[in-house]
T-cell receptor, first 112, second 114 residues
Framework: LAKTTQPISMDSYEGQEVNITCSHNNIATNDYITWYQQFPSQGPRFIIQGYKTKVTNEVASLFIPADRKSSTLSLPRVSLSDTAVYYCLVGDRMDSNYQLIWGAGTKLIIKP | EAEVAQSPRYKITEKSQAVAFWCDPISGHATLYWYRQILGQGPELLVQFQDESVVDDSQLPKDRFSAERLKGVDSTLKIQPAELGDSAMYLC????????????FGPGTRLTVL
């Protein structure tokens, strides 16, 4: 079964670029990698999704190496409002069953 | 903007009592998920519906938990009897299709079992 590993917490400062890496050593070959953001007392919110190489949207970039054993979420020029928990989500297939595997989350704290 | 609705937002109950949570997904979303999130941990999928059918309930403690989505729209998650260890946030999410689609989460129900 696939397993994801993320740093428990990270600190950074306003205006900096923040990179959060998730290791996922055994995801299914045709599955996407998705990242979510969660604020306290709220449900997670979709940030970005990718399959390979690099994906960019208006809020983040996602880098996925060729072996797809990890992915890096990049947040450019963070602000205080980016303080949140960030989760990577991958899928795994065991026999004919498909399961969603959430990481334990990375608590990102942005300082002024 | 359409949102996933959940009720109640907070529930306090005593152990051995029955509790029920309700979720109304975004209109047109065929896939509905129920998650349990313990404080400080990531979401744990309890059950996934595609329309009215259960796709995955492998992590649902079936001796005490049940879930239904009778008409393929809104859904109810029930716990009977509740145990102290069930205290958590229960999140509902929906998506247009299954597997890779973006999931839209509701605000959750915070359950406290005394």
């Amino acid at each position: 079964l696939a397993k994801t590993t993320q740093p428990i917490s990270m600190d950074s400062y306003e205006g900096q670029e923040v990179n959060i890496t998730c290791s996922h050593n055994n995801i299914a070959t045709n599955d996407y990698i998705t990242w979510y953001q969660q604020f306290p007392s709220q449900g997670p919110r979709f940030i970005i999704q990718g399959y390979k190489t690099k994906v960019t949207n208006e809020v983040a970039s996602l880098f996925i190496p060729a072996d797809r054993k990890s992915s890096t979420l990049s947040l450019p020029r963070v602000s205080l409002s980016d303080t949140a928990v960030y989760y990577c989500l991958v899928g795994d297939r065991m026999d004919s069953n498909y399961q969603l595997i959430w990481g334990a989350g990375t608590k990102l704290i942005i300082k002024p | 903007e359409a949102e996933v609705a959940q009720s109640p937002r907070y529930k306090i109950t005593e152990k051995s009592q029955a509790v029920a949570f309700w979720c109304d997904p975004i209109s047109g979303h065929a896939t509905l998920y129920w998650y349990r999130q313990i404080l400080g941990q990531g979401p744990e999928l309890l059950v996934q519906f595609q329309d009215e059918s259960v796709v995955d309930d492998s992590q649902l403690p079936k001796d005490r938990f049940s879930a239904e989505r009778l008409k393929g729209v809104d859904s109810t998650l029930k716990i009977q009897p509740a145990e102290l260890g069930d205290s958590a946030m229960y999140l509902c999410a929906s998506s247009q299709t299954s597997i890779f689609a973006e999931q839209f989460f509701g605000p959750g129900t915070r359950l406290t079992v005394l």
